[in-house]
């Protein structure tokens, strides 16, 4: 089974860290806190450290900067596949094996109008193209053209109720935690705000340099962002759900490699 390895803390994130002075908390994340920093004075800290980055960080970048968009013939060769490449999740599995034809796309929560789309459904959306650069904490970086719907297009539809904040990502792929004890299975999940949900560049792509995203990228359909790191763009999308906050939701901290001490605000 192929599963995402938890990445050490990128050059990106540590300069982040160092930025804010809060290399004290970064240590403790590294050194097996993390998994279980989900109460006492440990939550409290790293909670507090990340509000901090997050803030420092929408107000260096401005809430309409878009990413650089590159030409056809800046599209990288081979475009590394981030995490899991193949989820080991029978539903999948079985969806996959019929083309994704029964796949759907659960949206609830905080919308008056709940509801799933097909891929068929969502792939008849008007689309948008744009080639971008892929960024992971570990260090690489890649260019691909991206294919899908606009998120906010997609949300506007459905009635979003006042008191949303996030969209949460639920997905098929499992992955295991960096520091939990007997390594935690779970399947990833993560979230944005609505201002970067209804950022133009962040689409619900379902195609990849003018092809169907195959599965090591994603498919049938995964989040992406032009202005964050690619441990903030799920993959294999499953179920997406709009809620006033996370603090309930498994570790609390909006995040699969959040809750294992990373920056909930992953801006380039």
Not at 43 to 59: G, I, K, P, T
Not at 61 to 69: E, L, S
Not at 175 to 196: F, K, Q, T
Not at 232 to 251: A, N, Q, S
């Amino acid at each position: 089974m192929m599963k995402k390895k938890p990445c050490e803390l990128g050059r990106a994130g540590q300069g982040r860290r160092r930025l804010l002075g809060a290399a004290a908390v970064a240590t403790v994340a590294q050194a097996g806190f993390m998994r279980d920093a989900r109460a006492g004075w440990v939550s409290r800290v790293l909670e507090f450290e990340a509000r901090v980055d997050e803030a420092v960080q929408r107000a260096v970048v401005p809430a309409g900067a878009r990413a650089r968009h590159y030409t056809p013939a800046d599209i990288s060769a081979h475009f590394k596949s981030n995490g899991t490449h193949d989820p080991d999740d029978a539903q999948y599995q079985r969806l996959a094996g019929n083309g994704f034809a029964d796949w759907r796309l659960a949206v609830d929560g905080l919308v008056d109008h709940p509801t799933s789309f097909s891929l068929a459904e969502i792939r008849a959306m008007p689309p948008v193209t744009q080639i971008t650069r892929h960024d992971c904490v570990e260090g690489w970086s890649c260019i691909g053209q991206w294919t899908g719907v606009p998120l906010g297009r997609l949300l506007a539809g459905l009635g979003v109720q006042k008191q949303a904040r996030y969209v949460m990502f639920f997905c098929y792929d499992k992955v295991s935690s960096a520091g939990g004890v007997g390594g935690i299975v779970e399947n990833y999940y993560e979230s944005i705000d609505l201002a970067e949900a209804f950022h133009p560049e962040t689409i619900l792509a379902y195609a990849m340099n003018g092809e169907t995203l195959p599965i090591p990228h994603g498919a049938p359909l995964r989040l992406r962002l032009g202005r964050q790191l690619g441990y903030k763009m799920p993959k294999y999308l499953k179920r997406m759900t709009l809620v006033k906050d996370f603090r309930g939701i498994e570790g609390g901290r909006g995040g699969f490699y959040e809750d294992c001490g990373y920056a909930w605000y992953a801006g380039i």
